[in-house]
């Protein structure tokens, strides 16, 4: 709330239903493990039911929406009884077309990364959240922590305003700095995600991707500048620039005085 973002989002799973119980107990040696099986790692990293009530709470008090990502259905339910502003789609459950259904379904507006999709899968998505839940937009993503900037293809934006005219699209980077991310939103992005860290060496793969608060910061003041200097489509002398004009305007003058015919 102090960088003036509009929106705190997390990501809520349901463990014993998301994993079978093989992959709970597979050891994790990774330098991020956080636990001697992915089990013991998942469960030191969730956040209980409690804990998301207590969150939403203080973002309430704090006059922040505040939701997450439901990264499976049961997480999607718990979520839907908090009565989140909107459900998050993350990238990994994008094709996956049962989900999609049940969360639209819902009737809460939805927000649909696009990670490690194709242009084909993501006419799929709209097609069948389109007729169910109306109100949704698509977020350009490619999954990669951190993202390099040849990998990010903003383009992608343009292609999505015109596949799907009647949706938003937006961004949602992991890419270092906040560069990109003002590009996208001067290409029209209407929704923007960044992941958010208070110190970028924290253990974690996810951490080198995200910003600082003081980055966050920067990200919506340029944010809300362009905005502001998107501005309208006609082109015309502005109030703005008459100082300019009558300083350097040039005129057409008579250089010698005509005589009058009789």
């Known amino acids: 709330q102090d960088c003036g973002a509009d929106c705190a989002k997390f990501q809520k799973s349901e463990l014993e239903y998301k994993f079978n119980k093989k992959a709970l107990e597979r050891p994790y040696t990774s330098p991020h493990s956080w636990g001697k099986t992915y089990g013991e790692h998942k469960c030191h990293l969730e956040f209980s039911h409690d804990q998301y009530r ?39 459950d994008t094709n996956n077309l049962i989900y999609l259904k049940k969360t639209a379904q819902k009737g809460r507006p939805m927000v649909i990364s ?96 995200s910003l600082e608060p003081n980055e966050l910061a920067e990200l919506v003041r340029s944010i809300r500048t362009v905005e502001k200097a998107m501005g309208s489509i006609e082109k015309r002398r502005l109030p703005c620039e008459m100082a300019c004009h009558d300083k350097l305007g040039k005129s057409v003058v008579a250089k010698t005085k005509f005589l009058q015919a009789p």
């Not at 718990?78 to 789609?89: A, R, S, T």
């Open 54 to 92: 207590e969150l939403q709470k203080f973002a309430k008090e704090i006059g922040i929406y505040f939701t997450a990502s439901g990264m499976d259905e049961m997480a999607v339910e718990f979520l839907h009884e908090l009565g989140v502003p909107f459900f998050k789609v993350g990238s990994g």
């Open 114 to 209: 696009s990670g490690m999709q194709s242009m084909d899968t993501m006419r799929r998505v709209y097609e069948l959240v389109k007729p169910i839940n109306p109100n949704f937009c698509i977020l350009q993503c490619t999954s990669a922590y951190p993202l390099l900037p040849e990998d990010v293809n903003l383009r992608v934006i343009q292609e999505y305003q015109k596949a799907f005219p009647d949706i938003p699209i937006g961004y949602s980077g992991h890419e270092t700095g906040v560069a990109i991310t003002v590009a996208a939103v001067a290409m029209g992005a209407k929704v923007v995600e960044r992941h958010v860290t208070l110190d970028k060496t924290w253990k974690g793969s996810d951490h080198q991707a």
